[in-house]
């Protein structure tokens, strides 16, 4: 059965990039304007959940998973898959989707963003299309909807199910959310949804956020022809406004690293086992201790070399494949993705030995 990514409770969350313990901390810590800006959308997102849940989406309704998507081992040298992009102009109103500004092959608008969106996510659609021969988020050519300028100075971008929205920022806590790392995040968690699912609690949730996370930076890095020792490791390095002293929102390659500040604090990201933190907030830490897995991925890469969309990523979206739980610990993906390197490149292919270390190196040994 497919586990839906909506809204609601524990199974049908709304996934946004910004994760609820920062806007807690900003609520707690900030000037009147800026903690009643945290406390409203902390209440936004809470209704979001509630409409989702008198509103389930149909992966919720007993309909049966897709079937398992091909790829996961065959690089295609070009697609043949055609994606089907729409990107609406929410005109900083809650409604969604909003108006129709640019379908699939009509020439640029006159709308900055929303070109930008409808190039990002032909980006995304080229990854998994041409590396891992998947036709869009559900493998069947799903259409690509998206909102820009959703609501006014909304501080939080978001996939919901169904689509993606993302708000401006208000300019010094948050000046842009229309980042290609922030993009390939949340389409990513469509294709997490489509895939089998990971229920967003816990130790299956701070996966569900690596995931999105790691074909996030391998997005990113394919874009910009970076090998992975040249790249940054950095989701949402774009976000960050004037007034917050960082590089963005989570590091991959320092967990931890990515923001100290006054009203922030630390960046509250580990990156072993020794440093899991236990948690009732944000569905048990998965924006937190997904640094963990994020960690291992990028050690993986660094130890193997080359590029991130190629072996690391193959071997990554084949375990996702494979898994079929969605209520996997980080032990049981860890062994996944070793399972799926030997069956990609064999038991004692180097893929498979320094994935080992790499676990073993955040404190997961498989």
Known sequence: MCISVCPGGTHHPIQCIVPPHMLRVIALRGDERTAEMARSLLKQNQKLRQEREDHPHPCNQGDEAPAAIAGGGNTRAGSTFTPDRR???????????????????DSPSDNADVDLMYDAMGEVFSLYADQFDRNSLDGSGLALIATVNHRRNYNNAF?????????????????????LSVIAHEMTHGVIQYSGGLVYQDQSGALNESIADVF?????????????????????????????????LRSMKAPGTAYSDDLLGQDPQPFHMDNFLSTSDDNGGVHINSGIPNHAFYLFCMLLGGNSWEKPGQIWYRALQELNNPMASFAEWSDQTVAAAIELYGTGSPEALLLRRAWKLVGLPT
């Open 87 to 105: 990107v609406h102009d929410g005109q900083q109103k809650a409604a969604l989707p909003g108006k129709l500004l640019r379908g699939e092959g």
């Open 159 to 179: 996939w919901n199910g169904d689509q993606m929205a993302f708000g401006n920022g208000d300019g010094q806590l948050f000046r842009t959310f229309m980042d």
């Open 216 to 248: 996030a930076a391998i997005t990113q890095q394919r874009q910009l022809g970076q090998a992975a020792h040249e790249a940054d490791w950095i989701i949402g390095s774009e976000l960050l406004g004037p007034a917050i002293k960082g590089v963005g």
